[in-house]
């Protein structure tokens, strides 16, 4: 049984449901060669298992399934097993409220198995469908295996039972038939007794009163006779025949009293057996009356039971699959809040990084500002020495001059070719000056449109899709440490300029009487830068500013999705003690049902203790009455009278 148990859970897992702990329980108990689940309540899946099971099975060869409470469904799934079946010789299915599709499936299982020997279907309702249990006779009369048939209490009316008595006439090898007839064949001997003792006491009459005319024509025949004989003899006989005449007389009378008495006996006992059979029929119909009350409560506890099984297999699943969705979204909300802790973690390093790398620049730009303004007070120095010593070259040109007036003209001719030169130096290094600038400037213009276009697509990005902005962080970190590194080459480029006007400054100052007029367009020149540096400085911080508040923007987009997480979680919790209140609220109707079924049970038990009951005390008034008319016709006085047999 190890092994027929093993492949019940096998069976049972495969179809995806599970295995009833009381059938494996009987499974683990039972002997070899039985199989014994009866009161057990066998669901449909059970049924299927079991059914597929005994298609193979070679070992058992009794299967006692009483009082299982079988379904239409299960019982079909169950005898189907049954029909391929070569090694089970006894099956027992009573009190299974057997109908239609079960009479239907017992048909089929006796066409096609060739092996039961014994079948027991007591307290069922086959005979209840004319035409299903017309089907059952039909193959019952095919059947050649059988050896005996229990189909007491059946609801086997007339019609059955002429499709029944059709059957046995075909088949030869029934031996035993129990049918739910007994108590209409002791009615039945009871009447046949009763109208064999009303004929005995027919045909004593008839003696009597026979005997009685016969008396009177002889007592007629010696009155005749008398006047002819006047002897003393004829006078003692006359005597005689008066004496006898007298005594015939008493005696008839007393026979006529005592066939009036048998008479009225008669009739009392035909008034009595008319009421035994009110009284029998009556008892009949309480009793089917009771057995139909009985199958329908057993219909609807197994109708119960059955709902109740389906809705707690629902539940527990309904309530799987929610536990499952709710762990899903809860790590799916875990997830997000972690992606997002980490986005909001990235993007705060990345503020704090572009704070840091805005504060170097600013002091770069400070210490840059100090060293141009150093180099202003520097070259403003340098001016106002190169102009006292023009002016101390002014007063030594005075004193030289005539001397040295033809060498100051050639001097005056090369310095002014020279000056030209320098000019044009000058103006070539303002306009590369100027060249740089532009395209500054237009590096800004693009830096800013590229920024503009960023943010724009960032923003839709970001829209768009939430996973890439990690991605597109970079990108835009990328680009920010792209534009920081041409500010940073442009902040290069003016300082090699600052140095090449120092250059230009410190030569100017050894010619300083010819380029007065430099210094100042070189002064104004710087001021312009200075202002262009300013400006740059203040688009600096306008786009330090910008990202800022780009980033503040984004922490607080990721503080709503922090928000909306929490809000989640708070439904998901709100959730979560939702299905405990309806677990809870399962559960009482569980218990409120198991309670329903218990006292459903403790009404049937009741129901049943009362029809065995009056099934007793209904056998006790049959025996008591078959044994008072036996003993009233046996105690009898007409008994001796009566001829013999």
């Not at 009866?38 to 060869?61: F, M, N, P, Y």
């Not at 399934?65 to 799934?77: F, K, N, P, V, Y």
């Not at 991605?471 to 940073?488: D, G, P, S, V």
């Not at 203040?538 to 980033?551: D, G």
Request: proline residues 1%; negative net charge.
């Amino acid at each position: 049984m190890e092994e027929f148990r093993r492949a019940y859970s096998r069976l049972c897992k495969e179809s995806g449901t599970e295995p009833q702990e009381t059938v494996l329980q009987q499974l683990h108990q039972l002997p070899q060669g039985r199989l014994d689940l009866a009161t057990q309540s066998l669901t449909v899946d059970t049924c299927r298992a079991l059914g597929r099971l005994l298609q193979k099975e070679s070992l058992l060869t009794e299967l006692i399934l009483s009082d299982c409470m079988l379904s239409e469904e299960g019982a079909t799934l169950l005898l189907q097993g049954l029909c391929v079946n070569t090694v089970v010789r006894f099956l027992d299915l009573k009190g299974n409220n057997l109908r239609a599709a079960g009479a239907e499936a017992l048909a089929k299982l006796l066409r096609q198995n060739k092996s039961i020997q014994s079948l027991t279907l007591e307290w069922n309702n086959l005979g209840t469908w004319d035409e299903a249990f017309a089907t059952f006779c039909g193959a019952l009369a095919a059947n050649g295996a059988l050896r005996q048939l229990d189909l007491r209490n059946n609801q086997i009316n007339h019609k059955g039972a002429e499709e029944l008595a059709l059957a046995l006439k075909s088949n030869a090898s029934l031996q035993q038939l129990e049918q739910a007839m007994d108590h209409n064949q002791d009615r039945q001997t009871v009447f046949r007794e009763s109208q064999a003792r009303a004929q005995v006491l027919s045909k004593e009459v008839r003696h009597l009163r026979e005997e009685k005319s016969k008396q009177w024509g002889m007592s007629r025949l010696w009155a005749l006779t008398g006047s002819a004989w006047l002897c003393p003899q004829f006078l003692d006989l006359m005597e005689t025949i008066d004496r006898q005449r007298e005594e015939m007389a008493r005696s008839s009378k007393a026979s006529a009293a005592r066939v009036g008495q048998l008479q009225e006996a008669l009739n009392e006992r035909h008034s009595i057996i008319n009421s035994l059979k009110a009284k029998l029929q009556m008892t009949e119909a309480a009793l089917a009356l009771s057995e139909q009350k009985a199958q329908d409560l057993g219909e609807l506890l197994a109708t119960t039971e059955q709902e109740q099984r389906s809705l707690v297999q629902r539940q527990a699943k309904e309530h799987r699959l929610e536990q499952q969705e709710a762990a899903e979204r809860e790590s799916k909300l875990l997830r997000d809040l972690s992606a997002a802790n980490e986005k909001n973690l990235l993007l705060r390093n990345q503020v704090d990084e572009l704070e840091r790398k805005v504060k170097s620049q600013q002091e770069q730009l400070f210490l840059t500002k100090t060293e141009l303004t150093n180099t202003t007070a520097e070259l403003k120095m340098r001016a106002i020495q190169a102009e006292e010593r023009l002016e101390l070259e002014k007063n030594r040109s005075r004193q030289s001059l005539e001397d040295a007036e033809h060498l100051r003209f050639k001097e005056v001719e090369h310095m002014t070719r020279h000056l030209e030169d320098s000019e044009r130096a000058m103006q070539e290094r303002v306009q590369r000056l100027e060249a740089a600038r532009l395209s500054l400037e237009e590096e800004l213009s693009r830096v800013k449109a590229a920024a503009l276009s960023e943010r724009s697509q960032a923003e839709e990005e970001l829209i768009k899709a939430k996973n890439q902005v990690r991605l597109e962080e970079q990108q835009h970190q990328a680009h920010l440490e792209e534009k920081l590194r041409l500010l940073a080459q442009a902040r290069d480029e003016a300082q090699s300029t600052c140095l090449q006007q120092k250059q230009t400054v410190a030569d100017a100052q050894v010619r300083a009487s010819q380029l007065g007029l430099q210094v100042e367009s070189l002064r104004r020149r710087l001021e312009e830068l200075q202002q262009e540096l300013s400006n740059k400085d203040q688009e600096k911080v306008a786009e330090v500013t910008r990202v800022r508040l780009e980033l503040q923007e984004q922490n607080g987009r990721l503080q709503a999705e922090l928000t909306a997480q929490e809000a989640l979680k708070e439904k998901v919790a709100a959730l979560e003690r939702q299905l405990k209140v309806i677990a809870s609220d399962h559960r009482e109707a569980l218990l409120d049902r198991e309670s329903e079924n218990a006292s459903l049970r403790e009404k049937l038990r009741l129901k049943e203790a009362e029809i065995a009951r009056i099934r007793d005390e209904e056998a006790q008034r049959a025996s008591f009455l078959q044994n008072a008319v036996l003993a009233y016709v046996q105690g009898s006085p007409l008994r001796t009278l009566s001829p013999q047999k």
